[in-house]
């Protein structure tokens, strides 16, 4: 056996690692999804981008009562804020009166009622709760995507609710 030959083949084989190892870090990367149901992530200190807007439409218009939107909202401690569904209440051009909604199951309290979810988020597989405890103001700014209109038997209710 010639004595160059287990050279060459650890050369070799030190070629084909640096190639394996140089397409394997310049792969594409996997596509992200957010935990859940298609959420946007949770802000805790920096702004995130909300979701992807279903009509082009919804980025140049101004929130009307009724509508739901993906807003950053503010938290009532006012420690920062975080990307969430919410009610317009009330609007103008500087900002409007939102209820926050929760997917999280709040059906034994008087402070939440339930809001079908299936008419503006399709990935849902529960119905989620309006908190009436505290209307939140949020600056025009701060609306990201529409993301549809409230029930209309629920937005009778709302109307109606003190």
Known sequence: MPEWLPWAAAVLLAVAAG???SSWRDRPAPPSRPAGRNRPPRRTDRPTRPPRPRDRRATTR??????????????????????????????????????????????????????????WDADADHD???????????????????????????????????
């Open 19 to 21: 190639w394996a190892w």
């Open 62 to 119: 101004t929130p009307r009562p009724g509508e739901i939107w993906w807003a950053e909202v503010p938290y009532a401690d006012g420690t920062g804020s975080k990307v969430r569904p919410c009610l317009v209440l009330r609007a103008d051009r500087r900002g409007a009166d939102v209820l926050k909604i929760t997917s999280q199951d709040k059906s034994d309290r008087d402070d939440h009622v339930r809001i079908p979810t299936r008419g």
């Open 128 to 162: 989620s709760f309006v908190d009436l405890g505290t209307t939140i103001r949020v600056d025009a700014d701060a609306f990201g995507n529409r993301a549809g209109t409230c029930d209309p038997a629920l937005w009778r209710r709302l109307q109606s609710h003190p």
